[in-house]
């Protein structure tokens, strides 16, 4: 029983998988997700200029892309002519299973995966490319929430500075005029400071 | 965004699908590329002609055509802007990801242009003693001169770039290259560039030619950085151009949505061919969410104003687009047929008659007669092609639909017989 479970295991790591991706990021984080997840036959590349002859001689099983990469079209072409991936199958070897499907989609993941090839092999490499998607995608989320609550941050005290200067308030009173209008405006603090702040450009 | 004054009234006459009471508004998720050629679809949004027709799209930009298809596949769209030969690619189970698709409406003619790098297009010059207004013919002679010349010095063959396997781009490419007596697969290397970086690839000296739609040849032009040579008019003026693409399981189950659609989109290529609305057209077109390029060069192109290169040199193409006239929305299977038996000229599969009757089956003029009445009549269906005088093939051959392998063979170029196929693996 454990033997079988061994040599099942073994077939599955044994694929020969090509990810590429033009952000570095997030090749780097989807090749540690696959190397963690026990697969040594990875190979990254962030361009796709001499591609041809990368896939002739890895002869991959599986090759991610993004799905944002117009390359892809570029891929079709190179399938067109190449006979090493024999017949890949664009995005996934199941097409009854939709939640995969869209999971992958969401995420930003397409993948090439050559015909033939098991889907009880296949699956487990896609969920981990998505799964490693979704961990960049949140990232990028969270680095662009943090980068404009550093600019509102900026904007408010911009405007805490016009008001202290032209209605001659404390740094507190200006706080509090501000926070005040936003409430009885229903509005956010950074709205209002941010009409403040154009006002103030206008009038001045 | 619904301007009344805008819209020609001339869908009152047409079989339009009765709207009992309150229009229900259907919602539609369409697909497409930013291209001059999604002008139809953009227009039937942005003017109010589906929203007319009860039917709410939500059109989704994309990046390549790979995406558009699985996407379709998928059902993550109801239908997409899509190439021509696409439809008839999946109905012979061609590419990764063949999956039934068929056409019921043909977004239109023209649009293809053949750019050179302004490198390679002096060394014509140069070698064959071209003029300034040659024709597409003999720019492509003149270009097999230059490709003998790079032989016999021992340089490496030019990089020219097209953007799909199956797209009109590849087969009007080839056309045009093995009318000059240049074998496509041997003599260059073909490769494919998207689009929208087509120009930048071509100033980078990564590719020295390529075949795409508008505007990316003006783009490349205006910049100074490539020679336009050809355009889809010099090569065959009724050639198959872009398409919506749908499922035929989907449009089954939904005949009336599609009906509703084909008379929507009807009107918006109506709108979209008179000349007076050109200028709005080319505002809606070169916002950043369709296809983010300079109005100028839209309204340019629109017109039919080519600037041939940077130095001013300038052709005006009487319908470089032609959104609806002649019967231009129709899918006629004669269509499909060509694109199949240019599949066939370069190896991407082989002629059979099943596989003729399944490529045909993809355009359906049927559900656009059932939409529109009887417009424009049958005749163009299977009729040959290129024989009209304002119709020909740049190199004067005639297309039977009915004699598809004679008419492969009577190329003196075409694939061998084992595909020469792969000189783009040299990259």
Known sequence: MLRCGMVVAMNHLDLTILVIDENAVRAAIIDEGLREAGHHRVTVVHEVHGIARLIENLKPDVIIIDIENPNRDMMEHLFQLTRSISRPIAMFVDRSDTASIEAAVDAGVSAYIVDGLRKERVKPILDMAVSRFNVFNRLQRELAEARSALEERKVIERAKGILMRMRNLSEEEAFTLLRQTAMNEKKRLADIAQSVVTAAGMLL | MYRMTNVPDSSSNLAAPALGGEPQQKILRAGFIPLMDASILIAAVEMGFAWREGLSIELVRDVSWANV??????????????????????????????????????????????????????????????GEDASALENAR????????????????????????????????????????????????????PPPLTSDALEAGAIDGFCVGAPWNMVASERGVGRIVAAKQDIWPSAPEKVIGMRPEWAEANTDT???????????????????????????????????????IIRQVLAGRFSLDAKGNRRVIRNY????????????????????SQMVRWGQTRFSQQAADAAASAFRPDLYRAALGQLGGHDGDLAPAGSEPDDVFMDGKIFDPAAIEAYVNSFAVRAEENGTLPSALET
């Open chain 2, 258 to 296: 599609v009906l509703r659609l084909i008379v929507a989109l009807d009107a918006a290529a109506r709108w979209c061919d008179e000349a007076a609305n050109h200028a709005h057209l080319a505002e809606i077109l070169a916002a950043d969410r369709y296809i983010a390029a300079p109005v100028e």
């Open chain 2, 142 to 193: 003149a270009l097999a001169a230059v490709l003998a010349d790079m032989r016999d010095r021992g340089e490496s063959p030019p990089t020219l770039g097209m953007t799909y396997p199956f797209s009109s781009h590849n087969y009007e490419f080839r056309y045009w290259l093995a009318a000059g007596g240049i074998n496509p697969d041997r003599d260059v290397k073909m490769v494919v560039v």
């Open chain 2, 321 to 340: 687009f032609t959104f609806h006239q002649h019967g231009a929305n129709i899918p006629q299977p004669r269509q499909a047929l060509w694109i199949f």
């Open chain 2, 69 to 130: 298809r699985d996407r379709l596949a998928f059902r993550q769209f109801d239908m997409a802007h899509m190439l021509s030969p696409m439809p008839v690619a999946a109905s012979l189970g061609l590419g990764s990801n063949p999956s039934p698709t068929m056409t019921p409406f043909s977004l239109g003619r023209g649009g293809n242009a053949i750019t050179l790098s302004t490198r390679l297009f002096e060394r014509m010059q140069a070698v064959a003693g071209l």
